[in-house]
């Protein structure tokens, strides 16, 4: 049982609500937390619990909303403080590591929430964040692309989608080992190939093009017939 006081403030005891959550869900598969497991977490009986939030999906809001609220404001925050668009992103990357790192429950309920059959609440959150975490990296893509640190011809979209994949790649790897202090390791690597794909392709010095001309019609004849001689030999 939590050490809490058992009379808190209505906000208070439904920010702690959130945090029992969300340290529940590092523990164990979140589809398995039930509201008894949730108030003997917080030292409070069921009856108190359902006095801030009447139902189990009210619940799953107040932590969707707390973690889009949290994510978020991190990331922006860190991607304000960046020199360029390409150093933005990695802030970004890494601020989300660190963030999965502290609370290794909440990929597990964001996971969770997708899966689940029909169009619930805490659902369309989930998706919702995903809309404006999307939509910041595109900014950054874009911005990129402008400032000529990424590749003239980059889809944004594509790149965007593979920026989260990698961040989730790492994450499904961290919680196949056990290990969340794994996460940590893998990603400032992880991020530089991500950098190295999606970076503006330096032109090759003019001393080392070479100049290609088309033949002309009469050059191209004789070469023409001449090869197909060589083939009717072979014959």
Same mark, same amino acid.
């Given at each position: 049982m939590?050490?809490?006081p058992?009379?808190?403030?209505?906000?208070?005891?439904?920010?702690?609500?959130?945090?029992?959550?969300?340290n529940l869900?590092?523990?164990?598969?979140?589809?398995?937390?039930?509201t008894?497991?949730i108030?003997?977490?917080?030292?409070?009986t069921?009856?108190a619990?359902f006095?801030?939030f009447?139902t189990?999906?009210a619940?799953l809001?107040?932590?969707?909303?707390w973690?889009?609220?949290?994510l978020?404001?991190?990331?922006d925050?860190a991607?304000e403080?960046?020199?360029?668009?390409?150093?933005?992103?990695e802030?970004v990357?890494?601020?989300h590591?660190?963030?999965?790192s502290?609370?290794p429950?909440v990929?597990?309920?964001?996971?969770?929430?997708?899966?689940?059959p029909g169009?619930?609440?805490? $659902?369309?959150l &989930?998706q919702?964040?995903?809309h404006?975490y999307d /939509?910041r990296?595109?900014? @950054?893509?874009? +911005?990129?692309?402008?400032?000529?640190?990424?590749d003239?011809g980059l889809?944004?979209?594509a790149?965007?989608?593979l920026?989260?994949?990698?961040?989730?790649?790492l994450?499904?790897?961290?919680l196949l080992?056990g290990k969340?202090?794994r996460?940590?390791?893998?990603?400032p690597?992880?991020?530089?190939?991500?950098?190295?794909?999606?970076?503006?392709?330096?032109?090759?010095?003019a $001393?080392?093009? &070479?100049?290609i001309?088309p033949l002309s019609?009469? /050059?191209?004849k004789?070469? @023409?017939?001449? +090869?197909?001689?060589?083939?009717?030999?072979?014959?």
């Amino acid at each position: 049982m939590s050490g809490r006081p058992k009379h808190l403030p209505a906000d208070e005891r439904r920010a702690a609500t959130v945090e029992a959550v969300v340290n529940l869900a590092a523990e164990q598969n979140p589809s398995d937390i039930t509201t008894t497991a949730i108030a003997q977490r917080m030292g409070l009986t069921q009856g108190a619990l359902f006095r801030h939030f009447p139902t189990k999906d009210a619940i799953l809001q107040a932590v969707m909303s707390w973690v889009t609220d949290r994510l978020l404001t991190r990331v922006d925050k860190a991607a304000e403080g960046a020199a360029s668009p390409t150093a933005a992103l990695e802030a970004v990357f890494m601020t989300h590591i660190d963030f999965v790192s502290e609370h290794p429950g909440v990929p597990r309920m964001l996971f969770g929430e997708l899966q689940r059959p029909g169009e619930t609440l805490p $659902k369309q959150l &989930v998706q919702t964040l995903i809309h404006r975490y999307d /939509e910041r990296l595109r900014r @950054l893509l874009e +911005a990129g692309k402008a400032q000529g640190e990424l590749d003239a011809g980059l889809d944004v979209n594509a790149a965007a989608v593979l920026f989260i994949g990698t961040i989730q790649g790492l994450i499904m790897r961290s919680l196949l080992a056990g290990k969340v202090s794994r996460i940590l390791r893998e990603a400032p690597a992880a991020f530089a190939i991500y950098r190295r794909g999606i970076g503006a392709m330096p032109c090759a010095p003019a $001393k080392h093009r &070479v100049a290609i001309s088309p033949l002309s019609v009469g /050059e191209a004849k004789p070469a @023409l017939q001449s +090869a197909a001689r060589r083939r009717s030999d072979e014959d």
